[in-house]
Structure formats: structure tokens, C-alpha cells
């Protein structure tokens, strides 16, 4: 069996920077996903094409197909009062936040100066090189639910 849409595939994986920095692994044959249905990153999705049971692969994605390039628009210094709670905010925290189109978005906290903090709207791993170790543990059709709810579901199945 080969991976094509609506395959569930099962990965074991590596993920390094240029430098080697191991920045996300998965070893257990934990990570699954649905093929096709945008659930990874579509370098790492189009690299898998085709792959069988058992292949393994070392893949490099440019940033276009990963996470994107850095957008310096997406950073913003606001005041430190538009925080909610008591909690000390400090660099790298992330909070929900609304796009200026009034979608959901995750922001994390890039720099603080006073009452100051400056926002980051990019994903962490925007504008990285990532490289992949990757070997394909299993491959199974997708169920009919699977498909229409476009994520892999457990063997007990999945309740919305």
C-alpha cells in the first residue's frame, strides 16, 4: 500500500534545524495523520507521496512549504495592560488572540521593555529550513468518518 489522499498514515520522525538542533521528534509510532487533508505541512505531505511501509526519507522543506517566511508585520508592541491576571508575562508565553480580520490566532510574547511587550503573530517556525528524518510505520485506508471529518480518529473512534 502506498500513501495517496485520504490514507491514514502513521509516522516515525525527526525534525532539525540547519544546525543540526533536534526541534520535534516522534519515535513511538504516535504520530498519525489523514493524508491530503492539510494536516502537516504540505513540503513534508508531497514528500510522502507515494511512500510505502517500511520507506524512510530525509526530506529538507523550505520555509514556503513549511510554516512561511517571517511576516515583520505580525509583530506589534502593545501595553502591558491588555494582559488579563496577575500572571508575570515573560518572553516565549503565547496567548490566543483576533487577526485585524477577526480570525482566531496564537501570538507569542518576543520581547518585553517595561510596559512594553512586543507580540509575535508568526508561527515559531516561520522562515526555517526544516529537516526531516522521517520512516513510514503504517498506512491504512481512511474510514468514511475520518474523511468527512478530515483528522484521523482513535480505535474507539472520535466524539465531537
Known amino acids: 500500500m502506498q500513501i495517496t489522499e485520504k490514507m491514514v498514515v502513521t509516522l516515525n520522525y525527526t525534525l532539525k534545524d ?8 516522534a519515535q513511538d509510532g504516535s504520530f498519525t495523520y489523514l ?3 492539510a494536516n502537516i505541512i504540505p ?7 507515494g ?5 524512510s526519507l530525509s526530506v529538507t522543506i523550505e520555509p514556503e512549504e513549511g510554516y ?3 511576516n515583520d508585520s505580525m509583530t506589534q ?9 496577575d500572571e508575570e508575562i515573560t518572553v516565549g508565553m503565547q496567548f490566543h488572540a483576533e487577526s485585524p480580520d477577526g480570525q482566531p490566532m496564537t501570538v507569542s510574547v ?8 512586543t507580540i509575535d503573530g508568526n508561527h515559531p517556525l516561520a522562515g526555517v529550513r526544516l529537516n526531516f528524518d522521517v520512516n513510514v ?10 474523511m468527512e471529518h478530515g483528522h484521523v480518529h482513535g480505535p474507539d473512534g472520535h466524539h465531537h
Open 35 to 37: 493524508h491530503g487533508a
Open 18 to 25: 540547519d544546525d543540526g538542533n533536534v526541534i520535534d521528534s
Open 137 to 146: 510505520v503504517g498506512i491504512r485506508e481512511a474510514s468514511a468518518e475520518e
Open 68 to 70: 512561511g517566511e517571517r
Open 77 to 85: 508592541v502593545v501595553s502591558r495592560d491588555l494582559f488579563e491576571g
Open 110 to 117: 518576543a520581547h518585553i521593555e517595561g510596559d512594553d511587550v
Open 51 to 55: 511512500k510505502g511501509e517500511g520507506d
Open 43 to 49: 513540503g513534508l505531505e508531497n514528500a510522502l507521496i
